[in-house]
C-alpha cells in the first residue's frame, strides 16, 4: 500500500502539470493487480461550460431534435443514469459530459472543437442521434459495449 501511495505523490503532480498544458480533454484508465479499473479525466474546454450532477431515473424519455429543429429520435432509458451534464448543442438539453448507468457502463466525452463532422442528408435526420447525445443513448440502453 505504502508503495502505491509514493508513486502517486510523483504521477498526480505530472498528470496535473500535463493537463494544465493541454489544449484539449484528457482521459485515462489505469487496471490495478485485482483486476479494478480506475477512471480519471480532465476538463480542457475552450471556454467556461456551466455542469450540472443530473440523475436520470429508469424509464426517462429523451426525445432529440433534427438539425432542422424538427422531432427527431425518441428512446426511453433501460437503466438510470447519473451524469456530469452541460449545455452544448442547445438550451432544451443537458449533454452527457461524463456518466455511468445502473449496470455499470460509463462514457467519457472528449471534445475538439475544431473537428468537422461531413454534413448529414436530410433524408438520414429521423434516424440520426445527435453526437453530444451519444453518451445519453449509449447510458439508456445498453448495460456494456462488449
Known sequence: MMKKS????????ALFSYALAAQACTTLAIQDKQGDIFHGRTLEYMQDLPSWLTYYPAGTQFDKKTPDGRQGVSYQAKYPILA???????????????GMNSAGLSFSENMIMNAQ??????????????????????????????
Request: net charge negative; charged share 20%; hydrophobic share 45%.
Open 6 to 13: 509514493k508513486a502517486m505523490l510523483f504521477i498526480a503532480p
Open 84 to 98: 456530469i451534464t452541460s449545455n452544448i448543442t442547445d438550451g432544451d438539453s443537458r449533454d452527457i459530459l461524463e
Open 117 to 146: 463532422l461531413p454534413p448529414l442528408p436530410a433524408s438520414e435526420y429521423k434516424q440520426a442521434i445527435p453526437v453530444t447525445s451519444l453518451g445519453e443513448w449509449a447510458l439508456a440502453r445498453f448495460a456494456t459495449v462488449g
